[in-house]
């Protein structure tokens, strides 16, 4: 049950994941933007501020073939009322859901149900928002800038992030788009994001590639439905 969190953690949101303690090497930063100035530069890259906080309601659906069979995995997330689900399906079966409401959640799999643990439900309860970059400082987040360097080809800054409870993670932002190219955590390994399409005048990543200890290959994910501000029911949240 511990290694199965990864999963919906990676694909299931395109904002922070903190997924473990890890240490980064310090390195002396040389951009010359502060965090808050990055944050901002991706907020508006992918449609601005006031649209972003117009977003009640989203669902994601992201598609990928592991070991030749199609897993899709859903997100659906009610900023209003705080409350999250994710799950997997493969061959038409949930074979993987998380549920968080009312400060608290469980995960299932494979038979089995477990309340989250304090960690764990903080993690998830980051992710309800639809774009968390808005939120960092609010939540109690540290920042701060490293060493420029290059992901796949292109400039990007690198923002240094730790959480309340001292669990950290590595962003990696466009000097000259904006948009977040990769970020870094213990757990959910390295996930980097591509193809940016607009949707109802939000940019999202329609690829999301994740690479870590417990794939055996790196996996592709497709993003194939995006819903903004749709009545949700409140059978998914059981």
Do not use: C, W
């Amino acid at each position: 049950m511990k290694r199965a969190i990864f999963l919906l953690i990676a694909v299931g949101s395109f904002g922070f994941l903190f997924a473990g303690a890890s240490a980064y090497p310090e390195k002396a930063p040389t951009a010359k933007k502060t965090p808050k100035e990055v944050l901002a530069a991706y907020v508006a890259a992918i449609g601005g501020e006031e649209k972003i906080r117009q977003i009640k309601t989203l669902v994601l659906v992201m598609e990928a073939e592991v070991q030749g069979t199609t897993v899709e995995m859903s997100t659906v997330r009610d900023v209003v009322n705080l409350r999250l689900m994710q799950q997997v399906v493969m061959n038409g079966n949930v074979v993987q859901k998380t549920v968080v409401k009312n400060n608290e959640g469980y995960m299932s799999a494979m038979g089995q149900v477990q309340t989250l643990r304090p960690e764990e439900l903080e993690t998830l309860k980051t992710n309800i928002y639809a774009f968390p970059e808005l939120h960092y400082e609010e939540m109690g987040f540290s920042m701060k800038m490293g060493e420029n360097t290059l992901i796949g080809g292109e400039e990007a800054y690198t923002l240094h992030i730790t959480n309340k409870e001292g669990l950290e993670s590595e962003e990696f932002f466009s000097v000259k788009t904006g948009l977040k190219l990769k970020m870094m955590t213990e757990v959910a390994g390295d996930v980097i994001f591509s193809d940016y399409q607009e949707v109802e005048g939000i940019l999202f990543p329609m690829k999301v590639a994740i690479s870590n200890a417990v794939l055996p290959v790196p996996m592709e994910t497709r993003l194939i439905d995006v819903q903004i501000n749709q009545k949700l029911d409140d059978s998914l949240f059981e």
